[in-house]
C-alpha cells in the first residue's frame, strides 16, 4: 500500500541564509560587527551539519542568533510538505519554497537486490559487481533545478507545467539537505548519489545548477562521481559543462535516433540537433573511467523497432568517444492523456541485444516509484493539486 505522510509547517515568510557562500556570509557578519570565524561557523552549521534552524546553531552565541532572527534570517532549507512512499521504497516528496512554489524530490532507497537507486548504478554492478557491507547505507536522490520546464518534450508530465521558475542554488542544494535530514543519513558513512533528473531542464538554469553543484561537493561534502546531470541536449550548456574542473558525469536524453523522429517528440531538436549534439558532448573531457550516458526513452512503435536500434548504433560509432558512451534504456512511464503506449517487453529486449550485439553497452533502467507516480517524467501531478493541507491525500 501506498503512505502518505503528512510533513506540513506553517509558513513563515523570511530570508533564507541556506544557499549563500561563505563570502556572503562573511559580508554578512561584517555588517552585524563580527570576526570573520563567526562567518565560518555558520557556513559549517549550514551545509556539514545541516543544521535546520537558527536556534540549534549552538556555536554561535545566542544573541547573535537573536540578532539574526530578527532581521528576518532563517535557516530556509525546503519544507518537505508531504510524501508518497511507493512499494519499492521510493519516496516523493512535495517540497516547497521560501515563497510558496513546490517541486518534487524523490529519494530512491538502493542496496536490495543490487539495485541501487537509480537505474544507472543498476547497470554499473551488472557490468562491475561489487559486494559492499551490508551496514552500509545507499540512496539515490533526484533533484529538481526548476520550477517545471519549458523544453516541452512531447512524452513527459513536467512539460505540461511550462516554466514557472527558475530555482535559486540554495533551493537546489536545499532539496538533498531536506531528504539527508529526513533519513538522518551521515554523508562519508552512507553512500549517497545525486541525480539531477528531476523536474526542470538543469542547463537552462546553468548557474544556479553549478552553484548548487559547488555546494554540494564542497561544504556538503557529497563527491562529483557520485552525481549525474542529465540534459535535454541544451547546446551552450553541454559547452559550457566542458570547461568545467569540478562537475557531475553528464547523461544526455537522446531518445530517438534521427532528427525527424527526435523532433517529432522533443522540439528542441530544431534548434539543436542530433549533429551538432553528438559534436558537442565529445568536446567533454571525460575523466579515467567516465562515460557519458545517453539516455533513450522507449515508446512503443515510435522509435523502439529495429532500424532505429541500428541508427543508434551507427550515431554513436561515429561518436568520438564511442568507447566511453553507454544508453540507458527507459521505458516510458505513462501519463494521462498522453498520445504513446509502453513497448512490450519483447521488443525492449530485443532492442537491448541489437545494442549490445552492435558494440553499444545498453541498459534497462528499472523504474522506481511509477505507483506514486515518483518515476522518470512523473513529476508533476501534486503540483496540479491545490495547495496541501494537513492529510490531504495525494490522488494517485
Ligand atoms: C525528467 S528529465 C529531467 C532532466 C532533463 N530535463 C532531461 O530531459 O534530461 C530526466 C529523464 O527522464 C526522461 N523522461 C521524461 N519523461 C519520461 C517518461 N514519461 N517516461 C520515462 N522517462 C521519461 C527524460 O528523457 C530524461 O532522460
Ligand atoms: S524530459 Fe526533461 S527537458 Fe524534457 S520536458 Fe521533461 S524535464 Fe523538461
Request: proline residues 7%; charged residues 20%.
Amino acid at each position: 500500500m501506498n503512505e502518505i505522510i503528512n510533513l506540513s509547517n506553517p509558513i513563515v515568510e523570511a530570508q533564507p541564509l541556506f544557499g549563500a557562500s561563505l563570502q556572503e556570509l562573511t559580508g554578512l557578519m561584517e555588517n552585524l560587527g563580527q570576526p570573520p570565524y563567526r562567518a565560518r561557523q555558520l557556513y559549517e552549521a549550514l551545509y556539514a551539519q545541516r543544521t535546520p534552524s537558527l536556534d540549534q546553531i549552538t556555536t554561535l552565541p545566542a544573541t547573535l542568533r537573536t540578532t539574526l532572527s530578527s532581521a528576518g534570517y532563517t535557516v530556509g532549507l525546503p519544507e518537505l510538505l508531504q510524501t508518497a512512499r511507493s512499494i519499492d521504497g521510493t519516496e516523493r516528496y512535495l517540497v516547497r519554497m521560501a515563497d510558496g512554489e513546490t517541486v518534487e524530490t524523490v529519494w530512491m532507497p538502493g542496496g536490495d537486490g543490487g539495485e541501487r537507486g537509480d537505474g544507472t548504478q543498476a547497470a554499473e554492478e551488472e557490468e562491475h559487481p561489487t559486494h559492499d557491507d551490508d551496514d552500509y547505507k545507499r540512496a539515490t536522490i533526484c533533484i529538481s533545478s526548476q520550477v517545471g520546464c519549458a523544453v516541452n518534450c512531447q512524452f513527459c508530465l513536467t512539460a505540461k507545467l511550462g516554466i514557472r521558475r527558475n530555482l535559486t542554488p540554495g533551493e537546489i542544494a536545499g532539496q538533498v539537505a531536506a531528504v539527508l535530514n529526513r533519513h538522518k543519513v551521515e554523508v562519508g558513512r552512507d553512500r549517497i548519489n545525486l541525480v539531477f533528473m528531476g523536474m526542470g531542464e538543469p542547463f537552462l538554469n546553468y548557474a544556479a545548477f553549478m552553484d548548487a553543484v559547488r555546494l554540494l561537493t564542497g561544504p556538503m561534502s557529497i563527491p562529483e562521481s557520485r552525481m549525474t546531470v542529465s540534459t535535454s541536449g541544451i547546446l551552450p550548456g553541454i559547452q559550457q559543462f566542458a570547461s568545467e574542473t569540478i562537475r557531475p558525469k553528464l547523461a544526455v536524453s537522446l531518445n530517438a535516433s534521427n532528427d525527424v523522429v527526435r523532433e517529432s517528440i522533443m522540439p528542441i531538436t530544431r534548434k539543436w540537433n542530433i549533429a551538432a549534439l553528438l559534436e558537442a558532448i565529445s568536446a567533454v573531457p571525460l575523466r579515467p573511467r567516465e562515460r557519458v550516458t545517453f539516455e533513450y526513452v522507449l515508446l512503443g512503435g515510435i522509435n523502439d523497432q529495429r532500424q532505429h536500434a541500428d541508427e543508434l548504433i551507427a550515431l554513436l560509432k561515429n561518436l568520438r568517444a564511442k568507447s566511453q558512451a553507454k544508453i540507458n534504456l527507459i521505458v516510458w512511464n505513462s501519463g494521462p492523456d498522453m498520445p504513446f503506449h509502453e513497448p512490450t517487453p519483447q521488443d525492449v529486449g530485443i532492442f537491448q541485444k541489437r545494442l549490445r550485439d552492435g558494440g553499444i553497452p545498453a541498459f534497462i533502467r528499472k523504474p522506481r516509484g511509477r505507483d506514486i507516480y515518483a518515476a522518470c517524467g512523473q513529476l508533476k501531478r501534486t503540483l496540479e493539486s491545490p495547495p496541501p493541507t494537513p492529510l490531504v491525500e495525494i490522488a494517485l
